[in-house]
């Protein structure tokens, strides 16, 4: 009875690692197709300084907008394009597509807000990185201090060249920001080398903020090191009000998150950005 159970689940098991494998392979194939026939999109989310409580940067999210699947989150898509190597491909048009909508902010909207992109592991390795960014930049004539690339700590962790690669993004004027932090195994010295403007603290540490001493607690201690650091600190995945007022006598720099807004498509933005303004003033 015992060995026919373990018999059941692991047929189970099968079927499912099967059925992942299957999905793995299509989206793999589909994602081919996805650049040519301009099923991604770039949504935004706002960051809001706690300090003046304007809008003082927005997140690049992508989407993949699939005719048949519907929309298909990051996470089940930047993996497989990471194991690829499509991620170049995708990273690509992610930087082209977010300088030229931050540039049409400008130019169209005269809203002059700082856009951060994700950059990935391979991404920030290859050795085009610093040529797309400076063709990106020059095509869409967006100045460089407009663009932050989000990377993660796992790629500050791979020392030697990761600092002589941040120095020349630092020299294109470009900012830099760690992302999910906290998550990883940053080492203090090489940290302390990289030419960086922010922290963000992953939202894991966010969600049970109030709740949790042992949380408030780490958060305190990133945001001490970060204001040690000079870098600002962006706390993410923000949802409640008064997960913001922990966050502001915790001394955090900037929110971002569900509260203030989720990723909304550009035109969105655009009138978000609108209203934030003409509200603040
Ligand atoms: P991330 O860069 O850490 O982005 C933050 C994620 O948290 C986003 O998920 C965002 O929608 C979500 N989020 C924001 N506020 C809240 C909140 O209040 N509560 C909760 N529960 N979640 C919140 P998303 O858009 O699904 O993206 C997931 C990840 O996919 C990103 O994490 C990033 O690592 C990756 N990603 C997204 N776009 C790109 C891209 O253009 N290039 C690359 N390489 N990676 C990307
Ligand atoms: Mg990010
Ligand atoms: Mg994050
Ligand atoms: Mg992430």
């Known amino acids: 009875f015992h060995a026919k159970d373990v018999g059941v689940t692991y047929i189970i098991d099968e079927v499912n690692k099967d059925n992942d494998a299957k999905k793995k392979i299509l989206l793999a194939s589909e994602l081919k197709k996805s650049l040519i026939d301009n099923q991604l999109e770039l949504y935004f989310q706002p960051q809001l300084s706690l300090s003046s409580n304007g809008i003082i940067g927005v997140e690049a999210l992508i989407r993949w907008k699939h005719p048949k699947l519907g929309i298909i989150p990051p996470a089940d898509f930047i993996p497989i394009a990471e194991e690829n190597g499509f991620i ?16 049409q902010m400008q130019t169209e909207h005269h809203l002059f807000v700082p856009i951060s992109v994700n950059v990935s592991a391979k991404q920030f390795w290859h050795h085009e990185l610093l040529d797309t960014i400076q063709d990106a930049l020059q095509t869409s004539q967006l100045e460089a201090r407009y663009l932050v690339l989000e990377i993660t700590e796992s790629i500050t962790m791979k020392a030697g060249q990761g600092i002589q690669i941040s120095t020349q993004l630092q020299q294109l004027g470009v900012k830099l920001s760690i992302d999910d932090f906290g998550t990883g195994f940053s080492s203090f010295a090489y940290l302390k080398k990289l030419p960086l403007s922010e922290l963000k603290i992953d939202k894991s540490f966010i969600q049970d903020l109030v709740e949790s001493k042992t949380d408030r607690d780490i958060v305190q201690s990133i945001i001490s090191l970060a204001h040690h650091l000079q870098l600002d600190v962006v706390a993410e995945g923000v949802e409640t009000e008064q997960q913001i007022a922990c966050l502001i006598e915790l001394g955090c720099d900037i929110i971002q998150g569900y509260y203030l807004s989720r990723p909304i498509p550009f035109e969105q933005l655009v009138e978000l950005l609108k209203r934030h303004h003409a509200q603040s003033i």
């Not at 170049?88 to 540039?103: D, F, H, P, Q, S």
């Open 88 to 103: 170049l491909a995708i990273g690509k048009w992610v930087m082209y597509e977010a300088c030229r909508l931050a540039k």
